[in-house]
């Protein structure tokens, strides 16, 4: 109930809040828009407000005042004209805390004899606008830390003539989206840079470089910017830290549709994608021999020239890659050996793509092709594009390699050749089936006739024992012995 209650009720009451603010940003923002709720202290010539100014101190212009302390202002505006109008003669102004301030209204102008500005806890203000304090005159510091600032203009460093020092850390800054690339392109020992008091100590907050120091992170981009080749655009797509703490950035050059011939000669270093899609090239030679590609990963090559990849065999970076699209370009076959060879030793590889290309469709290929396809298929990720050319047999034109019948390719006269190794093997089985047959025959013929010999000799034998003559005779041979002896021991008894 109370829920339902809460998401019917929330919504009004959000628009009209958000009504109420915009109308006071824009017709109001005053210094009288919260005397009922403020409260204010003075110590000599010090001055502390707080929630707003109360109605006696906007009554007339207040020389005495030369530092003022804001503090925990309600609104999101804040208008810095009525400020100077009514304090003509501070020179240090403070904004401690005021949580909900977003805008100012106009800017600190010739008159002003601030020399010192601090903002503290301002937990809504993004950015301090360049044209607050551009033309302050006597500014000599500012304190900017413990804030929400994500941005940072050049002209607030450059702008205020005696602006000596700046201090910016435990801010919430954004290295990653342009915001402060001027900063990156400054020389190290520039005045801009010598300005910020604190420049080693800041950290990057927003998303890829969270928690990165500031410093390095523009180190790099600038160095990504000073080597980024022409017509190409570099980005940083990544950052990590390897375990001495040192960022890496990961980069990705872009050179698609720039009707390049020639992949650029150098990259940014640690760049570990390049995209080359839609252009002109038409051998990947350069681009597997080139040291300064060395740490390339992924290589999109979609939509150009490329008749044959056989370059790419043995080289090291075949077999460390991570992504290699050739799609939409004139490949025929490829080495498929190689090919195997090189995803197996490959222990980074991710993506191959190798669809809309015009694939050679005979026996001599296919078979090996869609083996390799086959065994790849986690790898090769465009299976459903990687088709025969296109042809007037219709067995083939355009068929789908992965899936295809063998019997399309290979003839049936073709199909079955008895190699010579399975000659070899019949040959063999041959032999060794006449050899088992006769071995058979042999112990065969061995155990009936001699099992008959043998019988004979027992019986006869028995009987030459019990003789008491035939005691020292040895045993004796067969045959010969058995037929003479036979007629004699009958006569015997
Ligand atoms: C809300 O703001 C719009 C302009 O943004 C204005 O036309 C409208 O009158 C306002 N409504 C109220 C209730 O203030
Ligand atoms: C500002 O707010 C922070 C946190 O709410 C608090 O710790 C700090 O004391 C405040 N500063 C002043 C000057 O009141
Ligand atoms: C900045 O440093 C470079 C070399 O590090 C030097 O050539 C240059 O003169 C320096 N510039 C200034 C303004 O100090
Ligand atoms: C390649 O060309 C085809 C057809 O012209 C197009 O559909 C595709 O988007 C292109 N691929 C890339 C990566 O540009």
């Known amino acids: 109930m109370v829920l339902s209650l809460c998401t019917v009720v929330a919504p009004g009451t959000q628009i009209r809040e958000k009504n109420n603010t915009f109308s ?3 017709r109001t923002c005053s210094l009288t828009d919260y005397i009922s709720s403020a409260t204010c202290v003075q110590s000599h010539y010090r001055l502390i407000c707080r929630g707003g100014f109360t109605s006696n101190w906007l009554k007339a212009i207040k020389y005495e005042i030369t530092h003022l302390r804001i503090m ?16 003509p003669e501070i020179k240090i102004l403070e904004f401690i805390n005021c949580t909900t301030l977003k805008t100012f209204k106009g800017h600190f102008d010739s008159s002003c004899k601030i020399e010192k500005l601090i903002m503290h806890g301002m937990l809504s203000l993004w950015e301090l606008p360049a044209e607050v304090v551009v033309h302050m005159p006597e500014l000599r510091e500012m304190d900017l830390r413990k804030n929400m600032l994500r941005h940072l203009k050049e002209p607030v460093l450059v702008g205020p003539r005696r602006l000596e020092r700046i201090h910016l850390s435990e801010n919430t800054w954004d290295c990653s989206d342009g915001g402060l690339d001027w900063l990156a392109m400054e020389p190290d020992n520039s005045t801009v840079k010598r300005r910020i008091a604190d420049y080693y100590d800041l950290v990057c907050y927003q998303k ?3 928690g990165k120091p500031l410093h390095k992170v523009m180190d790099i981009i600038r160095t990504m910017r000073q080597t980024c080749p022409e017509p190409c655009t570099c980005m940083m797509t990544h950052v990590v830290s390897d375990p001495k703490g040192a960022v890496i950035p990961l980069i990705t050059v872009d050179c698609s549709k720039k ?3 020639e992949p650029p000669s150098a990259l940014p270093p640690s760049t570990t994608t390049l995209r080359l899609e839609d252009n002109k090239i038409n051998t990947i030679r350069s681009v597997v021999h080139n040291p300064r590609y060395q740490k390339l990963a992924d290589l999109y090559l979609d939509n150009n020239s490329i008749t044959a990849v056989k370059e790419l065999e043995g080289t090291d970076w075949f077999s460390s890659f991570r992504v290699l699209s050739l799609r939409g370009n004139l490949l025929k076959q490829i080495p498929v050996y190689a090919f195997d060879k090189a995803f197996q030793q490959n222990n980074n590889i991710m993506h ?10 005979d026996c001599h290929f296919i078979p090996r092709f869609q083996g390799l396809l086959l065994k790849y298929k986690r790898v090769i990720r465009d299976l459903p594009d990687i088709r025969c050319s296109e042809s007037n047999d219709k067995k083939t034109s355009f068929v789908q390699i992965s899936i295809m019948p063998l019997g399309n ?3 049936s006269e073709v199909e079955m050749p008895i190699s010579t190794i399975n000659i ?9 089936f006449i050899i088992v047959g006769r071995f058979i025959y042999d112990w065969h013929r061995f155990k009936t006739t001699g ?4 019988k004979y000799c027992k019986v006869r034998s028995c009987e030459v024992s019990t003789s008491p003559s035939s005691d020292a005779i040895p045993e004796p041979a067969p045959t010969e012995i058995e037929l003479t002896s036979a007629p004699r021991l009958r006569i015997n008894p």
């Open 24 to 26: 006071l940003v824009t």
């Open 72 to 87: 925990e202002w309600p609104g999101e505006c804040f208008n810095i004209d009525r400020l100077q109008h009514h304090f």
């Open 208 to 210: 890829l470089y969270r």
């Open 259 to 261: 009707g390049m011939e």
């Open 352 to 361: 191959v793509f190798l669809g809309h290309n015009p694939w050679r469709c």
């Open 409 to 411: 390719v290979c003839s």
């Open 424 to 432: 070899v093997n019949l040959v063999l089985l041959g032999l060794i």
């Open 451 to 454: 099992y008959k010999y043998y």
